[in-house]
């Protein structure tokens, strides 16, 4: 099994890349922050490599459901380009209802089923190029999309890398902060990131042993 690990910053995945010597069957990409850097980041090196059989989304994320502590860490099983569409006045027009495409994405079946990880909870996320601060468009981010737990601002992206691609997926996001008013005083970031990196190591694990390097 060939792994392409993907992280928006170094930060995010520091602590992996500490002990990734002892993971041979992985490389790891640093796309930059967005869900543009992090098209093109994969566009080209899912060009250049076709080798790879799974990709593995890491990093943190902004998280709606409360009952979620500062820390834990979740498993994105489908994700969201929300602002993909357009305004009619009040309301707002998906790609789909425009007829353009899609904005949701899910994992590509690998070995002929989704991959959930038994020691993480899974979720649905959305992805932003403005993460949420202000409590008009939070309450209205969740009347839209009430299932939607982790914000992020490349999940999708990735998601839709590996279905063009045919790559299956795992997104895995530490959350860090709740979506609420800006307040960094309430954020634990190198907590998420010391989890997900954990939640990394375990699910890597949990692949080369479940699918025996296949």
Not at 20 to 38: Q, S
Not at 130 to 142: C, D, L, Y
Not at 175 to 191: D, F, H, L
Request: hydrophobic residues 40%.
């Amino acid at each position: 099994m060939k792994v392409l690990i993907v992280a928006a910053t170094q930060f995010e995945l520091q602590p992996f890349l500490e002990v990734a010597i002892n993971y041979p069957e992985c490389d790891t990409l640093i796309t930059g922050v967005g869900m543009v850097a992090t098209a093109y980041e994969l566009g080209r090196v899912l060009h250049q490599n076709n080798a790879y059989d799974i990709l593995i989304n890491v990093g943190i994320g902004g998280c709606f459901d409360r009952s979620l502590p500062i820390g834990q860490v979740v498993q994105v099983v489908s994700d969201r380009f929300i602002e993909l569409g357009a305004e009619d006045d009040e309301a707002f027009l998906s790609i789909e209802q425009l007829g353009y495409g899609k904005s949701t994405f899910r994992s590509p079946l690998y070995l002929g089923k989704e991959i959930a990880l038994p020691f993480l909870p899974q979720r649905h996320g959305i992805t932003v190029n403005k993460v949420h601060g202000n409590e008009e468009t939070i309450r209205r981010i969740a009347t839209l999309y009430p299932e939607s737990c982790v914000e992020s601002m490349e999940g999708a992206a990735v998601f839709f890398a590996g279905e063009k691609m045919d790559l299956p997926v795992i997104e895995l996001r530490g959350i860090s902060n709740y979506v609420e008013k800006r307040n960094r005083a309430t954020w634990n970031i190198p907590q998420a990131i010391m989890h997900s990196n954990k939640a990394l190591i375990q699910t890597l694990d949990y692949l080369l042993n479940q699918f025996d390097k296949i």
